[in-house]
């Protein structure tokens, strides 16, 4: 049973640079220290966010950090660090490898058009319902196809190349996108396939449910495809299909959310967990995006009722097929 006890001597390396406040308040309390110092400036890899090292009846000590980066050469610095055979690094795709190019498709235009993207100064922007798309995956799809992704900073594949651990890519795209994300993984120059947890002819395709939610997930070619479920669950699962130990994960992810199912999953296997939430691509949506995407969406569905009628027809009926 994991016993998290807040322990921070294993840590004082890493908060040595913290302010003197923080500092004072180490002397008064451990706990007081993590709880209040934890909501400052978290830009180096020194200067974890969340730190706890638990214990595990098993195996002794198990670390949990969280570190805030705008840059993926803090992870694999990380992972290099660590002991190569038995610590497994996990990227996300969307705005922490690659990132749209253009708004429309983009993973700041999904959370747009879900209600839930911010302006520059951090507020919900609402959406109008003219400007949703009806059937916003299968749009999400014709997108994929049609648009590019770039390198979400120049380096970003050479840092990747330098990784000499296993590596899982894990995406909450669904496997229905899988051509268009290999072939952008492709153009920027990445490719697992000799990374696969599996065999090199051997993928896997398989429901999975959680929480009443049945999503269909893929694993091929290193790419893990899990259609938004919860990435530390399903990262736990592959781990147990595929008979892969690994006692240390280095995660980067521009989401907290998924930072945090990552840690809770693996504080509960026993297994200890660098989490790098990757903040470099902004998620602020500006009016002139907001234009950009009505225009975009009007023009779509003008080239599908003027040339796809039949799609046009199941999509305007919201027949969705994704
Ligand atoms: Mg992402």
């Known amino acids: 049973m994991l016993k998290t006890l807040y322990l921070l001597q294993a840590n004082v390396i890493r908060i040595k640079r913290k302010s003197l406040t923080c500092a004072a308040m180490l002397s008064i309390s451990s706990t ?23 214990q595990n009846e098993f195996s002794g000590e198990i670390v949990n950090e969280v570190y805030s980066t705008t840059d993926l050469h803090d992870a694999v610095v990380q992972a290099n660090s660590l002991d190569a055979q038995t610590t497994l690094v996990v990227f996300d795709i969307d705005d922490t490898l690659l990132t749209a190019t253009e708004f429309f498709g983009s993973d700041k235009w999904y959370d747009w058009q879900r209600g839930r993207a911010l302006n520059e100064s951090g507020v919900v922007i609402p959406t109008r319902e003219t400007e949703k798309v009806n059937c916003l995956f299968d749009t999400l799809g014709m997108v994929f196809e049609i648009a590019t992704n770039k390198p979400t900073q120049p380096d970003m594949a050479n840092l990747v190349h330098s990784v000499s651990n296993d590596v899982v890519i894990l995406t909450a795209r669904s496997g229905a996108y899988r051509a268009g994300t290999m072939r952008e993984l492709a153009r920027n120059d990445l490719d697992f396939t000799d990374k696969s947890l599996t065999s090199p002819d051997v993928g896997l395709h398989y429901d999975y449910t959680l929480d009443g939610r049945t999503a269909r997930v893929s694993y091929v070619d290193g790419v893990f495809m899990v259609q938004g479920m919860n990435k530390g669950v399903m990262l736990l699962d592959l781990l147990e299909r595929t008979g892969h130990e690994y006692s240390s994960v280095v995660f980067v992810d521009d989401k907290q959310h998924n930072i945090d199912n990552m840690g809770d999953a693996l504080k509960s296997a026993g297994i200890n967990f660098y989490g790098y939430h990757y903040t470099r691509i902004s998620k602020a949506v500006t009016p002139e995006e907001v234009v950009q995407a009505n225009a975009s969406r009007a023009a779509l569905g003008e080239l599908l009722n003027t040339h796809f009628e039949d799609r046009a027809e199941h999509i305007n009926h919201r027949q969705c097929d994704y």
């Open 32 to 54: 007081v220290f993590l709880t209040g110092c934890a909501t400052g400036q978290h830009d180096r890899i020194d200067d974890p966010v969340h730190v706890s090292v638990g």
